[in-house]
Nanobody
């Protein structure tokens, strides 16, 4: 079992920045990928970014490329999501997810590609 706790959300003006953190505990040694997803009111949960091991490759949704950066240190914990140039449309609850199953690149962009989820942290961007 893996437990994930997100932090760092809040209210920010458009153009501002936030850094989200995802702290993992439990059996984290066999994690193949960590991802960030978000869900706005009335919308489906959507992929934001992922980092996959052992190569540490990163992947981003087109909507956040160039603005968001997913990162971690050699210990893979915590995982960060640096969000710059925030827009009102980035407003959502942001969720951290972990996969302990080896999957293909395409799977890291889908909610079904992850085994564990955090409770989420609210990000609100005002215009």
């Amino acid at each position: 079992q893996v437990q994930l706790v997100e932090s760092g959300g809040g209210l920010v003006q458009a153009g501002g920045s936030l850094r989200l953190s995802c702290a993992a505990s439990g059996r984290t040694f066999s994690t193949f990928a960590m991802g960030w997803f978000r869900q706005a009111p009335g919308k489906e949960r959507e992929f934001v970014a992922a980092i996959a091991w052992p190569r540490g490759l990163t992947y981003y949704a087109d909507s956040v490329k160039g603005r968001f950066t997913i990162s971690t240190d050699n210990a893979k914990n915590p995982v960060y999501l640096q969000m710059n140039s925030l827009k009102p449309e980035d407003t959502a609850v942001y969720y951290c997810a972990a996969s302990q199953t080896p999957r293909s690149l395409a799977d890291w962009g889908k909610t079904q590609g992850y085994d564990y989820w955090g409770q989420g942290t609210q990000v609100t961007v005002s215009s």
